[in-house]
């Protein structure tokens, strides 16, 4: 656990800087173009899916992927993107996994990508810590994305924070009576619908002049002919993440690139 010392440009555009910024994992990620993605603690399987392509296809891209370690949207957000991709920010102490259900996946940001609170160790979290959170989640990101919303729920907080920093903020598309906060936003010109996320991730990636990131660590760790035992001391849930988007297969104890 450590404080970060550098300034960190993205954070100007909050209300007021952070006195403390705590983290653990790789500062590095900090230093990437990065997306906010937001949401529904309970989504739909529609925007489940959704959002684990958009994260996965942007980090592939780059793309560091930025949410709150929450249940629902948040999560997936995190776990599309791989733990090596991704900043969670927590709205309690940095030593503390909350939601304790998420603990396996804090634990792998932890160890692959980054950690980041405002709160000092021990600090357990309260309702205005989530909006302290929040606000920090949607500083980061160059752009908001909200996966799913109701119109008085908590992720309608981040997007009034967007509105007041000026972010470009996307939203997925949905059916009538469903996602109302989302909808809303749409019906009143405050947010674009991403209707297709390959050509979105295409225009995103092209306008930040991002180039695909060809040299994958596991990848390339895998192209070693490791065992599956090797492969979880050394990547942990990565060997499940990739296992389950089809890019590698496990026969006879040993991995291999599909």
């Given at each position: 656990?450590?404080?970060?010392?550098?300034?960190?440009?993205?954070?100007?555009?909050?209300?007021?800087?952070?006195?403390?910024?705590?983290?653990?994992?790789?500062?590095?990620?900090?230093?990437?173009?990065?997306?906010?993605?937001?949401g529904?603690?309970?989504?739909?399987?529609?925007?489940?899916?959704c959002?684990?392509?958009?994260?996965?296809?942007?980090?592939?891209?780059?793309?560091?992927?930025?949410?709150?370690?929450?249940?629902?949207?948040?999560?997936?957000?995190?776990?599309?993107?791989?733990?090596?991709n991704?900043?969670?920010?927590?709205?309690?102490?940095?030593?503390?996994?909350?939601?304790?259900?998420?603990?396996?996946?804090?634990?792998?940001?932890e160890k692959?990508?980054?950690?980041?609170?405002?709160?000092?160790?021990?600090?357990r979290?309260?309702?205005w810590?989530?909006?302290?959170?929040n606000?920090?989640?949607?500083?980061?990101?160059?752009?908001?994305?909200?996966?799913?919303a109701?119109?008085?729920?908590?992720?309608?907080?981040?997007?009034?924070?967007?509105i007041?920093?000026?972010?470009?903020?996307?939203?997925?598309?949905?059916?009538?009576?469903?996602?109302?906060?989302?909808?809303?936003?749409?019906?009143?010109?405050?947010?674009?619908?991403?209707?297709?996320?390959?050509?979105?991730?295409a225009?995103?990636?092209?306008?930040?002049?991002?180039?695909?990131?060809i040299?994958?660590?596991?990848?390339?760790?895998?192209?070693?002919?490791?065992?599956?035992?090797?492969?979880?001391?050394?990547?942990?849930?990565?060997?499940?993440?990739?296992?389950?988007?089809?890019?590698?297969s496990?026969?006879n104890?040993?991995?291999q690139?599909?």
């Amino acid at each position: 656990m450590s404080i970060v010392q550098d300034m960190v440009p993205e954070l100007s555009s909050m209300k007021s800087y952070p006195k403390e910024l705590h983290y653990d994992g790789d500062l590095e990620l900090l230093k990437r173009v990065k997306v906010s993605i937001v949401g529904s603690r309970k989504p739909t399987k529609y925007s489940r899916e959704c959002v684990q392509k958009l994260s996965s296809s942007l980090a592939k891209h780059g793309v560091c992927i930025v949410s709150g370690g929450a249940m629902g949207i948040d999560a997936t957000a995190h776990t599309g993107a791989g733990s090596a991709n991704t900043i969670a920010v927590l709205p309690c102490g940095i030593d503390l996994r909350y939601p304790a259900v998420n603990k396996n996946l804090l634990n792998e940001i932890e160890k692959n990508g980054l950690l980041l609170s405002q709160f000092e160790a021990g600090f357990r979290a309260t309702p205005w810590s989530f909006v302290v959170r929040n606000e920090l989640v949607v500083a980061l990101g160059e752009v908001l994305i909200v996966a799913e919303a109701e119109p008085d729920s908590g992720t309608m907080r981040s997007v009034e924070f967007a509105i007041k920093m000026g972010k470009k903020i996307f939203v997925l598309p949905h059916r009538i009576g469903e996602s109302g906060g989302t909808n809303r936003l749409l019906s009143e010109a405050k947010a674009e619908a991403i209707y297709d996320i390959d050509a979105f991730v295409a225009k995103f990636c092209a306008s930040e002049s991002l180039q695909e990131i060809i040299e994958d660590p596991f990848i390339e760790f895998c192209k070693t002919n490791p065992t599956y035992d090797e492969a979880m001391a050394k990547f942990g849930a990565k060997v499940f993440e990739y296992e389950l988007s089809g890019e590698i297969s496990i026969k006879n104890g040993k991995l291999q690139i599909i």
